[in-house]
């Protein structure tokens, strides 16, 4: 009797899913690059090399983010669908600590001695990127405060809030660029990139509490107990 069901295809939600999931990826794209577009058009053409080093050596602090956010994946996505919510929540707690503990060293390094680094990496002309470095690794580190809100949403189903969230810090880099670098230039890109994330993970952080229940910050477990 086996081989007489006919298999079912759920055609039309996969091609949601996968044209959700491309737009997420897209825009999380089109976001790291505003900074450099817009320093291009508003600022001197040598800030944009300068810039794109600087943020590629910022995202050194969530790097070990992205190595748990692929490990945490399909965990958190069993104990969901599992219905097996403190221990989803200890997960989250946990990793989200640990993150931040592995960030603290990184963000300390490039924010009291981004300029030596920049100097033995890139030479004496990238030097002068210190200050947007230090601005980028502490916004990082806060990015990794709030947790794998994006990963989370996305495993239970309600990745149409994370594009949401995404729009909001999109359009928000995009307006703090145009006011605040031809001001600060690098400095200005910086702030503008650095404020649009945070905003963007604690609108998601609020999304995760209200759809799921969970704290996926920093101070999950303290919060949780209140």
């Given at each position: 009797?086996?081989?007489?069901?006919?298999?079912?295809?759920?055609?039309?939600?996969?091609?949601?899913g996968a044209a959700a999931f491309s737009l997420i990826g897209g825009m999380a794209t089109i976001n790291a690059e505003i900074g450099?577009?817009?320093?291009?058009?508003?600022?001197?053409?040598?800030?944009?090399?300068?810039?794109?080093?600087v943020?590629?050596?910022?995202?050194?602090?969530?790097?070990?983010l992205q190595s748990?956010?692929?490990?945490?994946?399909?965990?958190?996505?069993k104990l969901h669908t599992e219905n097996k919510k403190e221990q989803?929540?200890?997960?989250?707690?946990?990793?989200?600590?640990?993150?931040?503990?592995c960030g603290v060293p990184a963000t300390l390094i490039l924010v009291f001695f981004g300029e030596q680094c920049l100097f033995w990496l890139y030479g004496d002309e990238f030097t002068r990127g210190s200050t947007a470095l230090a601005i980028l690794a502490i916004g990082m580190l806060l990015n990794a405060a709030t947790g794998p809100v994006g990963m989370l949403?996305?495993?239970?189903?309600?990745e149409m809030d994370t594009i949401k969230g995404q729009l909001v810090g999109t359009i928000l880099n995009v307006i703090?660029?145009?006011?605040?670098?031809?001001?600060?230039?690098?400095?200005?890109?910086?702030?503008?990139?650095?404020?649009?994330?945070?905003?963007?993970?604690i609108i998601l952080v609020i999304v995760v509490?209200?759809?799921?229940?969970?704290?996926s910050t920093v101070f999950g477990t303290i919060l949780q107990k209140n």
């Open positions: 009797e086996v081989n007489k069901v006919k298999p079912t295809f759920e055609t039309s939600g996969w091609l949601r450099v577009l817009l320093l291009g058009v508003l600022a001197d053409i040598e800030d944009v090399g300068i810039y794109k080093s943020a590629i050596l910022s995202a050194l602090v969530t790097f070990v748990f956010n692929t490990a945490l994946l399909p965990l958190a996505a989803l929540q200890n997960l989250l707690t946990l990793s989200c600590r640990l993150v931040v503990l949403l996305n495993t239970t189903g309600y703090l660029g145009i006011i605040l670098i031809p001001k600060m230039g690098l400095e200005g890109a910086a702030w503008a990139a650095a404020i649009s994330l945070l905003i963007w993970n509490r209200k759809r799921l229940n969970l704290n």
